[in-house]
């Protein structure tokens, strides 16, 4: 309890590691997926990365829905360049970062994958000290995904290892979430993951559905859920996307607000993530091998 006490007392004041010189829990890559589309994963990524920015945290959206990616219109910026055109050596990271509210930067993803699977291995070196910033200077980086589970969503997930799976109480996203924890338990066993329950009616519908998908995750896979919370089904939602304005500022006191800010603060209390920060297993460090590694299946 008292460590407890401690923990969100240092998140509230945004303390700085003595050591580092980092906040506490920095540099944490937290990948956001779901099985079937549509579920709220842009919006709860974006609403959660500016709670974080609220508490003092330099937060990252990296939209990596290759196909349709809206984080930019979510928050209303213009993206004049993305993440590929840092792959090609054009631009600088600083050109192609978007700035949003609270100190939230987006990183617009592009259709940078395919692209750097062709870079030499002195291109890749210059794009890791590039991209290195990232590591340097975000706490905590959110990569939304696009829905389902490809090749691109599983590289991100090995690398991150830190997984929220979003839901919503429809039979169909159930059984897509059941799909995609299959595939992660396959190919990433290590990962850390946290179940959100998007659009109930009540909390009570939240806990039973994340009940329902931790037993038999339990039964049939031998893997442990986390709860991170549920968020009401609420027009507020609605009404901000078409306001281009997200919720959380909008509409500060709406129970989807309030419900995104308290998945936001469990999050930043969850103790220390999963997340291998040493020299050699940076995140983008394992990214670029694992990119490697699919060139080289090609
Ligand atoms: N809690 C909520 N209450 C009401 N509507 C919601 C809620 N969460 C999301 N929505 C609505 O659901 C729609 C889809 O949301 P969003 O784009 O965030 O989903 P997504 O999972 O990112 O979709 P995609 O798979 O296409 O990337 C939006 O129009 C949004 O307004
Ligand atoms: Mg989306």
Redesign the pocket.
Known sequence: MADQAERLRAIVQGQRDMYTGRRQGASRIIVVA?G???????????NMALTMGQLGYKTMVLDA?L??A?VDI?LDLKPVYTLIDVMCGDKELRDVILHGPCNLEVLPGGSCIPEIINLDSRQREQLIARLSYLEEEMDILFV?????ISRNVVTFISAADELVL?T?PEPTAITDVYSVIKVVDKYCRHANIGLIV???SSAQEGEQIFQRIARVCHNFLKLELIYLGS????????K???DRSPYVLRYPRS??AR?TQQIARHLLGVDKPNIATGKENKFLKRLMQMWAGQAGEH
């Open positions: 779901s079937k589309g549509g579920v709220g994963k842009t919006n709860l990524v974006v829905d196909g349709m809206n979510l939304d995904c696009s829905a389902g979003i919503t998007n659009m109930v968020v009401n089904f609420d027009q507020h939602v609605q901000a996307v078409i129970p989807a419900a």
